[in-house]
C-alpha cells in the first residue's frame, strides 16, 4: 500500500462542487489537499445538467470554472476511489480506500453531495411504470441530448404538466423538509420547453413556490407573463395512463376549491434531494451525527454550519441539506476558512 | 406501460401468508348475496388444496359497517373483535382468515391500534372478561381470503380445467380487476403487492391465462364507500362513482370484472342494472353488461365447477357472455332451479338479457 506523508494535510472525500471549490481555496493556503471521489470523473451532479437557473447560462460554465479549479500538483485527485475506514490517529486522521492507498489527514471534510429522490416511490404517480411520466433530470438529459422533445409514441406533446415537490415536504416519503431548488427548477425547465414548444400548453402543478433566491421571483413572473406557464395550486394525488398513453392527473386546485381532471401528453416530476448513499456511508465511517432528515448534523445550526458533530471533521455542500450551486459555493468557501481556522490552531 | 416498473413495485410489497390452519370468519354482504362463494371457497381450500380450516358457527358480524357509519363506537368493536379472537383461540388456532374486506380493514386497524397504544387492549381485555368472561391471543396472521387464493394460484392452475382465454379468438380474456379500498389503502403493506398497483387479483388472472386491463379509474372506489350508499341522500354519489368507473373501463372492452370485496362485487354489478334502467346504458359488448365475479367464483369456474353450482345467477348483470367466451358448458334451463330443482325466482330485469 502507498502511504502518502502529508504535513497539515487535508483530505476531502467528495469530488463535486463543494469538495472541489474548498479543496482548491485551502490549497490555496498552502495545504496539501487530496480528493477522492467515487465516480470516474469530478463534478458531481452539475456534469448532467444543461443549463441552470436563474439566468439558463450553461452548466458546462460552471464545469469549466470547476477544471481550473483542480490545480496539481497542490491537489492530489483519487477518482474511482472510495474511502472504507477512518480511524483516529494522534495528530489528525487516516482513512483506507478500496485502491490501495491510505491518507493521513490533519482534517477531513465531507462534501459527500445528495441523490436524487428516487420517483418511483410515489407509486401513484407511475414513474417507471407509465411511458410518459418522467424526471426533471431525465427531462435535463434530453434537453442535454439536444433535439426535439417527443412523447413515447413519437408524438409530439401538445399540453406537458409539471409536479411539483415530489419526494420533499411529503410525510409520506418520510422527507419532510424542502428541497429548495426545484420549484426554480421547475420554472426554469417549463420555459426551456417552452422554447422548444411554442405551441404546447405547460401547466405547474404546486404547494408553494418558493422563490427564495436572487433573480429566481423575477423568474417566475417572465414565466407567466412571457412564456404563458400556466400555475395551479394543488398538489398531484394521482396519475393514470389513457388508453393512448396520454396521462389522466388528479388533483384539488386549491385557489378555485374544486377537484381537477387533466389530460396531458408528458408528466415531468420535480424530484427533490435526498441525503445520499455516499453522505449516509462518509458519515457512519466517521461517526457522525446524522439530522432526522438524515443529512449530516452540524455542530451548531447557527454558528457552527461546517462543524460537524466531531472534531477535525467539516462538511460542507448538500451533505448538510439541499442548496443551490451558488449556496454550494459560499458553503465550501466558509468550510475552507473554518478548516483553516482549526489547523492553525492546532 | 412498463410492466418491469409493476413487478418492482409487487417484489417490494410481500406479506406473511399462513400455509394452513385458519380460523375462517365470514362476510355478512358475501354470504347473503353471493352465498356459494363462501361455500366454494371452502371446498377448494379443503377438497382441492388440502387445507385445514375453520368455519365457526358462533361468530357474528364484526359491525364494520356500522363502525363506519359513526353507530358502533370504537370501544364497542375491538371488543367485538377480541370475542372473534377468543373464539379462534378456544377452537385452538392463530391463523385468521378473514372472508371481507371491511373487516379485513377492521381486523388490521384494531391490532395496529393495540401495536401503537397497548392500553386499547388492555382495555379490550378488561371489557372482553367483563361481557363474556371469555380471553384471547392476538392472532399470528391476519389474512384476507383473497391472499389464499393468491398463496395457491398456482396449485389451482395445475388443477385448471378452464383457462382464461377466448375459446374463439384464442385471446387472453380482457380482465378488470378491482381490489377493495379497505384491503391495502389502509395499511400498503398488508395487501399482496401494495395500494397502487395491487397484484393480489392480477396474479390469479394471470396464473390462470387472463390480461389485466389497467384503465385510468382503476383506484377510484366502487361506490359503496359507506357513507356514500348508507345516508339515503348520498346516494346519487355511489351511483355516479360506480358510473365514473364504468366510462372509464368500457374502452378496453373488458370481459369481466373480479373484485375481492365483496360491497365492491355487488355494486359493481347492481349499479349496472341501475343504470341501464335509468340511462338505457351498458357497458360491455353487444349491449350487454360486463359479468362481475367474485375471486371464488372465478376460481370455481377455472376449476370446472358448475356455474349454476357457484352461484351466478345471483348476480344482476348475466354471466352467460364470460362463459361462452371460455367454452364453460351449462344448461341455461336450469339457471334458476335450485339443489331439488325447484325455481328459485329471478330478476325481473337483467342488463341485456340474453
Known amino acids: ?346 | 406501460m412498463k410492466v418491469q416498473g409493476k413487478r418492482k413495485i409487487w417484489h417490494d410489497y410481500q406479506k406473511e401468508i399462513a400455509d394452513d390452519h385458519y380460523y375462517y370468519v365470514r362476510s355478512c354482504i358475501r354470504q347473503n348475496f353471493f352465498p356459494a362463494s363462501e361455500y366454494y371457497f371452502l371446498k377448494i381450500l379443503k377438497d382441492v388444496l388440502g387445507k385445514d380450516v375453520f368455519d365457526d358457527p358462533k361468530h357474528t358480524t364484526c359491525t364494520g359497517i356500522g363502525y363506519h357509519a359513526d353507530i358502533i363506537p370504537f370501544e364497542t368493536i375491538q371488543t367485538v373483535v377480541a370475542r372473534h379472537f377468543a373464539l379462534m383461540t378456544e377452537a385452538g388456532y392463530k391463523n385468521f382468515a378473514v372472508s371481507c374486506v371491511t373487516s379485513f380493514g377492521i381486523y388490521s386497524e384494531i391490532t395496529e391500534t393495540w401495536k401503537e397504544f397497548p392500553e386499547e387492549l388492555e382495555k379490550t381485555r378488561i371489557a372482553l372478561k367483563k361481557s363474556t368472561g371469555r380471553e384471547f391471543k392476538v392472532p399470528a396472521n391476519i389474512t384476507h381470503t383473497s391472499d389464499l387464493i393468491y398463496k395457491f394460484k398456482g396449485d389451482i392452475a395445475e388443477k385448471q380445467v378452464h383457462e382464461l382465454i377466448n375459446k374463439k379468438t384464442g385471446k387472453p380474456l380482457q380482465i378488470i380487476e378491482h381490489v377493495g379500498c379497505h384491503y391495502a389503502k389502509i395499511f400498503p403493506s398488508k395487501g399482496v403487492g401494495g395500494a397502487e398497483f395491487p397484484n393480489v387479483l392480477t396474479g390469479m388472472i394471470e396464473e390462470w391465462g387472463g390480461e389485466v386491463v389497467d384503465y385510468p379509474e382503476r383506484r377510484h372506489c366502487c361506490g359503496f364507500g359507506f357513507r356514500q350508499y348508507l345516508v339515503q341522500g348520498n346516494r346519487g354519489y355511489s351511483l355516479a362513482n360506480s358510473k365514473k368507473k364504468f366510462e372509464s373501463m368500457k374502452p378496453y372492452h373488458p370481459d369481466a370484472i373480479i373484485c375481492n370485496c365483496p360491497g365492491c362485487t355487488m355494486f359493481l354489478d347492481k349499479w349496472q342494472y341501475v343504470l341501464s334502467e335509468t340511462e338505457g346504458k351498458t357497458y360491455g359488448a353487444y349491449g350487454s353488461g360486463i359479468p362481475v365475479l367474485t375471486y371464488e367464483e372465478l376460481a370455481g369456474l377455472v376449476l370446472g365447477y358448475n356455474p349454476w353450482d357457484l352461484g351466478l345467477q345471483m348476480h344482476q348483470v348475466d354471466s352467460e357472455p364470460l362463459l361462452d367466451k371460455m367454452g364453460i358448458e351449462y344448461d341455461p334451463e336450469k339457471k334458476y332451479l335450485g339443489k331439488k330443482d325447484q325455481y328459485i325466482g329471478q330478476p325481473c330485469n337483467i342488463v341485456a338479457s340474453l
Open chain 1, 1 to 346: 500500500m502507498i502511504q502518502l506523508s502529508m504535513k497539515k494535510n487535508i483530505l476531502t472525500i467528495g469530488g463535486g462542487v463543494a469538495g472541489i471549490e474548498a479543496s482548491n481555496i485551502l490549497a490555496g493556503m498552502g495545504y496539501s489537499v487530496s480528493i477522492v471521489e467515487k465516480e470516474v470523473t469530478l463534478g458531481g451532479k452539475v456534469n448532467q445538467w444543461h443549463k441552470l437557473f436563474p439566468d439558463l447560462r450553461d452548466a458546462s460554465d460552471i464545469n469549466d470554472y470547476l477544471k481550473k479549479r483542480v490545480k496539481q500538483p497542490e491537489i492530489m485527485v483519487f477518482t474511482n476511489t472510495e474511502i472504507t475506514s477512518v480511524k483516529k490517529t494522534d495528530d489528525g486522521f487516516y482513512a483506507k480506500s478500496n485502491r490501495a492507498v491510505g491518507f493521513e489527514a490533519h482534517a477531513i471534510l465531507l462534501a459527500t453531495g445528495f441523490d436524487v429522490f428516487k420517483a418511483e416511490r410515489k407509486e401513484e404517480y407511475g414513474y417507471t411504470i407509465y411511458d410518459n411520466v418522467i424526471t426533471s433530470v431525465d427531462l435535463e438529459k434530453q434537453f442535454k441530448k439536444g433535439g426535439a422533445i417527443h412523447t413515447t409514441g413519437g408524438k409530439t406533446p401538445k399540453r406537458v404538466a409539471f409536479i411539483h415537490c415530489v419526494g420533499s415536504r411529503d410525510a409520506k416519503t418520510g422527507n419532510h423538509y424542502c428541497s429548495k431548488v426545484c420549484c426554480v427548477t421547475g420554472v426554469k425547465q417549463a420555459i426551456e420547453l417552452s422554447h422548444l414548444l411554442p405551441d404546447a400548453e405547460i401547466f405547474c402543478f404546486y404547494m408553494d413556490l418558493r422563490m427564495y433566491g436572487l433573480e429566481f421571483e423575477e423568474l417566475y413572473k417572465s414565466a407567466q407573463e412571457k412564456h404563458n406557464i400556466q400555475f395551479i395550486r394543488g398538489r398531484l394525488s394521482e396519475a393514470s395512463e389513457n388508453i393512448d398513453n396520454t396521462i389522466l392527473i388528479k388533483c384539488e386546485d386549491t385557489l378555485s376549491g374544486r377537484p381537477l381532471k387533466m389530460n396531458v401528453d408528458l408528466v415531468v416530476l420535480l424530484v427533490g434531494m435526498e441525503a445520499g448513499s455516499g453522505t449516509h456511508a462518509a458519515g457512519e465511517l466517521c461517526k457522525l451525527n446524522f439530522q432526522e432528515n438524515n443529512f449530516l448534523a452540524c455542530s451548531d445550526i447557527h454558528l457552527g454550519r461546517n462543524c460537524s458533530s466531531r472534531e477535525g471533521i467539516f462538511l460542507a455542500g448538500s451533505c448538510i441539506g439541499p442548496m443551490s450551486i451558488p449556496e454550494t459555493l459560499d458553503n465550501a468557501r466558509s468550510a475552507a476558512l473554518e478548516i483553516h481556522k482549526f489547523l492553525s490552531k492546532n
